[in-house]
Nanobody, 123 residues
Framework: QVQLVESGGGLVQAGGSLRLSCVAS????????IGWFRQAPGKEREFEAQ????????YYADSAKGRFTISRDNAKNTVYLQMNSLKPEDTAVYYC????????????????WGQGTQVTVSS
């Protein structure tokens, strides 16, 4: 069992940066690959990035490449999503989730989810 709690969202101007955190509880955390998804109003939830359980492998959606960086610190049971050069279209609720599968971009491949954190980018 893994519980996930996101934080770090907020209001930022276009071009700014935010770092999201996903803190996990449960001893199994370090064996899970962790992904970040986002859901904008009126849209489906979409995959942004994933990091392997060891941190050695990362996987990004095209929308995240070059601007977002995912990392993890297993000693702190935390995964981060550093978001730079933010755009108004990045406005969404951001979720972290845990999966046994690597290179998983579909929601159905994830077993545990956090409650989400709101990111709003103003123009």
């Amino acid at each position: 069992q893994v519980q996930l709690v996101e934080s770090g969202g907020g209001l930022v101007q276009a071009g700014g940066s935010l770092r999201l955190s996903c803190v996990a509880s449960g001893r199994a955390f370090s064996s899970y690959n962790i992904g970040w998804f986002r859901q904008a109003p009126g849209k489906e939830r979409e995959f942004e990035a994933q990091i392997s359980w060891s941190g050695s492998t990362t996987y990004y959606a095209d929308s995240a490449k070059g601007r977002f960086t995912i990392s993890r610190d297993n000693a702190k049971n935390t995964v981060y999503l550093q978001m730079n050069s933010l755009k108004p279209e990045d406005t969404a609720v951001y979720y972290c989730a845990a999966s046994r599968l690597l290179f998983a971009s579909r929601e159905r491949n994830y077993d545990y989810w956090g409650q989400g954190t709101q990111v709003t980018v103003s123009s």
